[in-house]
């Protein structure tokens, strides 16, 4: 017993040490989620560190994914789902009345599962963001946002030749990179991914891990994702979900090597979910 | 024996021959052998192979024994009956069916004292109800029983034949029942050309119309050029008494197409906007509950015949459009009951649940994804809709509306009563103007023969009426197809 207590005192100590120093860019308060009478998520806290990618964890069903759409209020969209809780964005809480959820969407930006491109041309599918929020003032504004954009997505290099070209003609891997660039061009804060990869080829997949990578240097980043060499090779820290609890967080390589928990021993390492 | 009760025996013995089968395919399973099929397909290929020689001998038989009753009775007939009163041989062998129909009713007593004349057998007639046309003739009283006793040596044969074929079938069914026969095999065959079949009969109706329309139309050619009617811009058919000669009259179809699409072209700037908007609204915005009560409700409409939207048209609407125009005016209405507007609005109204059903249907396909990816850039809902679903959706809803705009060119009652009958050539939406349908209906309900240019008219205006809707719904057809490949 007091070996014990004496163990998770060390890890919390070691845990507190590992720790960057980066701010707190987002943070999860007690946040539940109902869709219905089933209630998908029990008070989980968690933060999210700038310039930091933060990777949710944890078997199917387990409300990795319900608590990523809760940070830019996808929620929203689905009818039966309430959300308790608080969760704020520069310390400013996200659920507010006074918050209007465009504006928040504009910051907190997301990239699907699948990729999503809209049936317009790829120069279109870019410049759908900055033209809702009127963020060009002309045609070449626009013009230097869509072709930065693609940039910062590394698919400018194949796409620069065929702007003008439907972005549903496109690979699935080069799909999934403009719509990156698609939600970069809104010039957001944080960037959701809920797992970016599944749909995509290995190769594909580590184009778009190299990109996630990249962009940590101007964007926070939360992510889900099935893979957990896709987590350890990507984030900085990572949080394990399970049945709609959080089962706990830290950084990434204490997380993958030495859990305090035995569930995410079990499930990192393949026994379980 | 009536062909009805036939059929029913037909069936009964089948259905004995299922039950039959079936136990003893079940009999003759002793866990020895797998049976190949299950028992039923044993009983269900008894009753096939019983049942489909009989049924179809039923049908080739009563087609075949109508036509030979047919030339029995012509045969019968005196040569020269067409110089009588009555005006043609066709219209006398009718006569003598309705007779012999109608004397079926008697009872055997006084169908073995027949009275000669027709003024003596018409009481008789009269008093089981039935009542036959003054014309008939004394001479067609024998006739006609002599076809009845034809008909019922006939209906004894067929009778007698389809028991035997469904028997014999049958019999040959069970015999052939063994534990390893293919049944299932067979059973899951004739349910395949069942299918078949069904579906070509459509097809081939559709054939049929077409045909039966086309030689009416040939016919109609042959009295006026293509270039009249297709590039006429006069409409005056000039109903005269058969005979009388004088002029042919003129059949152009220019005022006639003009009103057509003028006025389904009202009609659509009136559903569409409403029918989109409100197909925009259930998709996106309401709430599941609200869409419940709704949607049917919008879907009521579709309901409603179109002779009663006629009618709304011709009392309410069309009067109040004069009164209003008249007030404007100043006394003299500039619209008059009877127009264009009335009947436009009024087909409108009759479409928006056509629009809207079938828009909502094509919005709501639109994955989800694609609101999503917008949403989560910021945009905001009616941005979503604006910019990506509509845009998604627009070769679907583009076939919506050519679908829509087919229905308005077919639409006949509304435009009777809601714009008239005048074929004008105007562009004057507040005047009044016609439609192909109305003069369709127009041409075929006078008292007129059949092989004047008058009335074969009608049917070279009802292929050209299909020839135009059945080009838009192929355009639609196609859009909507191609549309969908877009997502897969």
């Given amino acids: 017993m007091n070996i014990m207590t004496e163990k998770s005192l060390e890890d919390a100590v070691n845990a507190e040490m590992n720790r960057p120093n980066e701010p707190i860019k987002m943070r999860g308060d007690q946040v539940t989620v109902h869709y219905g009478d089933k209630q998908a998520l029990f008070g989980v806290?968690?933060?999210?560190?700038?310039?930091?990618?933060?990777?949710?964890?944890?078997?199917?069903?387990?409300?990795?994914?319900?608590?990523?759409?809760?940070?830019?209020?996808?929620?929203?969209?689905?009818?039966?789902?309430?959300?308790?809780?608080?969760?704020?964005?520069?310390?400013?809480?996200?659920?507010?009345?006074?918050?209007?959820?465009?504006?928040?969407?504009?910051?907190?930006?997301?990239?699907?599962?699948?990729?999503?491109?809209?049936?317009?041309?790829?120069?279109?599918?870019?410049?759908?963001?900055?033209?809702?929020?009127?963020?060009?003032?002309?045609?070449?504004?626009?013009?230097?946002?869509?072709?930065?954009?693609?940039?910062?997505?590394?698919?400018?290099?194949?796409?620069?030749?065929?702007?003008?070209?439907?972005?549903?003609?496109?690979?699935?891997?080069?799909?999934?990179?403009?719509?990156?660039?698609?939600?970069?061009?809104?010039?957001?804060?944080?960037?959701?991914?809920?797992?970016?990869?599944?749909?995509?080829?290995?190769?594909?997949?580590?184009?778009?891990?190299?990109?996630?990578?990249?962009?940590?240097?101007?964007?926070?980043?939360?992510?889900?994702?099935?893979?957990?060499?896709?987590?350890?090779?990507?984030?900085?820290?990572?949080?394990?979900?399970?049945?709609?609890?959080?089962?706990?967080?830290?950084?990434?390589?204490?997380?993958?090597?030495?859990?305090?928990?035995?569930?995410?021993?079990?499930?990192?390492?393949?026994?379980?979910? | 024996m009536s062909f009805l009760l036939v059929f029913a025996i037909v069936l009964a013995i089948g259905l004995i021959a299922f039950a039959v089968g079936r136990q003893r395919a079940r009999a003759q399973d002793d866990g020895t052998v797998k049976p190949h099929s299950r028992a039923h397909y044993h009983g269900w290929l008894a009753f096939l192979t019983g049942v489909i020689p009989a049924v179809l001998f039923l049908a080739a038989w009563d087609i075949g024994a109508s036509a030979y009753l047919n030339s029995h009775i012509h045969a019968a007939l005196p040569a020269d009956v067409a110089d009588g009163t009555v005006a043609h041989e066709d219209l006398a062998a009718g006569l003598v069916k309705s007779l012999a129909s109608g004397m079926r009713r008697l009872d055997s007593q006084t169908?073995?004292?027949?009275?000669?004349?027709?003024?003596?057998?018409?009481?008789?007639?009269?008093?089981?109800?039935?009542?036959?046309?003054?014309?008939?003739?004394?001479?067609?009283?024998?006739?006609?029983?002599?076809?009845?006793?034809?008909?019922?040596?006939?209906?004894?044969?067929?009778?007698?034949?389809?028991?035997?074929?469904?028997?014999?079938?049958?019999?040959?069914?069970?015999?052939?029942?063994?534990?390893?026969?293919?049944?299932?095999?067979?059973?899951?065959k004739v349910m395949l050309w069942s299918l078949l079949g069904a579906s070509t009969l459509a097809i081939l109706t559709t054939i049929g119309i077409v045909l039966s329309m086309l030689f009416q139309t040939i016919a109609f050619f042959e009295k006026i050029p293509l270039t009249n009617f297709f590039f006429g811009t006069v409409w005056d058919p000039r109903f005269a008494a058969a005979g009388s000669g004088g002029a042919e009259g003129q059949f152009g179809l220019i005022p006639l197409l003009a009103g057509t699409l003028y006025i389904a072209f009202v009609a659509l700037l009136v559903a569409v906007p409403i029918g989109l908007m409100s197909a925009v609204y259930m998709s996106e915005y309401a709430a599941p509950k609200v869409r419940a009560v709704v949607k049917p409700a919008l879907e009521l409409l579709a309901g409603i015949p179109t002779i009663v939207y006629g009618i709304f048209a011709l009392v309410t609407l069309g009067p109040f459009l004069r009164d209003i125009s008249a007030?404007?005016?100043?006394?003299?209405?500039?619209?008059?009951?009877?127009?264009?507007?009335?009947?436009?609005?009024?087909?409108?109204?009759?479409?928006?649940?056509?629009?809207?059903?079938?828009?909502?249907?094509?919005?709501?396909?639109?994955?989800?994804?694609?609101?999503?990816?917008?949403?989560?850039?910021?945009?905001?809902?009616?941005?979503?809709?604006?910019?990506?679903?509509?845009?998604?959706?627009?070769?679907?809803?583009?076939?919506?509306?050519?679908?829509?705009?087919?229905?308005?060119?077919?639409?006949?009652?509304?435009?009777?009563?809601?714009?008239?009958?005048?074929?004008?050539?105007?562009?004057?939406?507040?005047?009044?103007?016609?439609?192909?349908?109305?003069?369709?209906?127009?041409?075929?309900?006078?008292?007129?023969?059949?092989?004047?240019p008058q009335t074969l008219v009608a049917f070279a205006l009802g292929i050209t009426l299909f020839a135009l809707t059945l080009v838009m719904n192929i355009v639609a057809l196609y859009i909507v197809r191609k549309y969908r490949e877009q997502y897969e």
Wanted: proline share 5%; glycine share 8%.
């Fill in chain 2, 111 to 188: 169908l073995a004292a027949l009275p000669q004349t027709f003024a003596e057998l018409q009481p008789m007639l009269a008093a089981k109800g039935v009542a036959l046309a003054p014309d008939t003739q004394d001479y067609m009283i024998p006739i006609a029983a002599d076809a009845n006793r034809v008909s019922d040596r006939l209906d004894m044969i067929v009778a007698v034949v389809s028991i035997g074929l469904v028997l014999i079938g049958s019999v040959y069914g069970l015999s052939r029942i063994t534990p390893r026969g293919r049944a299932r095999n067979h059973v899951e």
């Fill in chain 1, 45 to 273: 806290n968690l933060d999210v560190r700038q310039n930091q990618v933060t990777a949710l964890i944890g078997p199917s069903g387990c409300g990795k994914s319900t608590f990523l759409r809760c940070l830019n209020r996808m929620n929203d969209t689905i009818d039966s789902a309430r959300v308790g809780g608080k969760i704020t964005l520069d310390s400013e809480d996200i659920y507010d009345p006074k918050i209007d959820v465009v504006e928040l969407r504009a910051r907190v930006g997301m990239v699907f599962q699948k990729p999503n491109p809209f049936p317009k041309s790829i120069y279109e599918n870019v410049a759908y963001g900055p033209r809702i929020h009127g963020l060009a003032k002309n045609k070449a504004e626009l013009d230097e946002i869509v072709e930065k954009s693609l940039q910062k997505a590394a698919l400018w290099n194949e796409a620069k030749d065929r702007l003008n070209e439907p972005g549903t003609g496109l690979s699935g891997g080069q799909q999934q990179r403009l719509c990156i660039a698609r939600a970069i061009a809104v010039a957001p804060e944080v960037i959701l991914m809920d797992e970016p990869c599944s749909a995509l080829d290995p190769i594909a997949t580590a184009k778009v891990e190299e990109l996630i990578d990249e962009l940590r240097e101007n964007y926070t980043i939360v992510i889900v994702t099935h893979s957990m060499q896709q987590a350890a090779r990507v984030s900085q820290r990572t949080a394990m979900f399970h049945l709609g609890y959080l089962v706990e967080e830290g950084p990434t390589d204490k997380m993958f090597t030495n859990p305090d928990d035995k569930r995410t021993q079990d499930y990192i390492t393949g026994r379980f979910g």
């Fill in chain 2, 327 to 452: 007030a404007l005016a100043g006394g003299t209405p500039f619209i008059q009951a009877q127009s264009i507007l009335t009947a436009g609005l009024v087909m409108g109204v009759m479409l928006i649940p056509v629009v809207s059903s079938l828009s909502d249907d094509i919005i709501t396909a639109v994955p989800r994804a694609m609101r999503d990816g917008s949403l989560g850039l910021g945009a905001t809902r009616s941005e979503t809709i604006k910019r990506v679903i509509l845009p998604a959706a627009l070769p679907g809803i583009v076939g919506a509306i050519l679908l829509t705009a087919s229905r308005a060119i077919g639409e006949t009652m509304i435009v009777v009563l809601a714009a008239g009958v005048a074929a004008n050539l105007t562009l004057n939406p507040f005047e009044a103007m016609t439609t192909i349908t109305v003069k369709i209906v127009n041409q075929l309900t006078g008292d007129l023969e059949f092989n004047t």
